[in-house]
Each structure stands twice: as C-alpha cells, then as structure tokens.
C-alpha cells in the first residue's frame, strides 16, 4: 500500500516542471522542498519498501518449510507403525 503511494507520488511529480514548488508533508506540517530532494527521498523509500518485501516474501517461503516439514513428521510420528497394535 505505501510503495502504491510512493509510485503515485512519484508520477505526479515526474509531472510538475522543475520550477513548481513542492510541499513535503511532515507530521501535520507542509514544508516546501526541493523537487529533487524529494524525489530522491521518495525513490530511496521506494528502493527500502521493495527490500522489504523481497525480505519478508523470503521469510515466508521458510516459514512455510518449516511447517510442511513439521507436519510431516508429526504425521510420520502419529500414524501407526504397521503390524504393532494400538494400546
């Protein structure tokens, strides 16, 4: 959601002409800025966000290993051994 922000961000300002006067929200202030300085900060946080996600896509493929794992042997574990007898 926030990287979405980002890119619209940064195709509006791709739109502005360099000598437009931007306005870089902090908190609950407006403060004008750079054109460039802020997309260079947006293109940074654009760059962190996707790092982030390629990190936490990659936790998730382990994640779910680990638990197929697990449950095959908790499987492995509770099914009876053929030719022996439950008590």
Do not use: C, F, H, W
Request: zero cysteines; hydrophobic letters at 35%; aromatic letters at 2%.
């Amino acid at each position: 959601m926030e990287k979405t922000e980002v890119d619209q961000t940064l195709a509006e300002l791709a739109k502005t002409g360099d000598d437009a006067v931007i306005y870089k929200a902090i908190g609950s202030l407006l403060v004008k800025a750079e054109k460039a300085k802020v997309s260079e900060d947006l293109n940074e946080r654009k760059s962190l966000l996707e790092t982030r996600s390629t990190v936490i896509a990659r936790q998730e493929e382990r994640i779910k290993a680990q638990v197929k794992e697990a449950q095959t042997k908790l499987q492995e574990d509770l099914s009876p051994v053929s030719g022996q007898p439950l008590s």
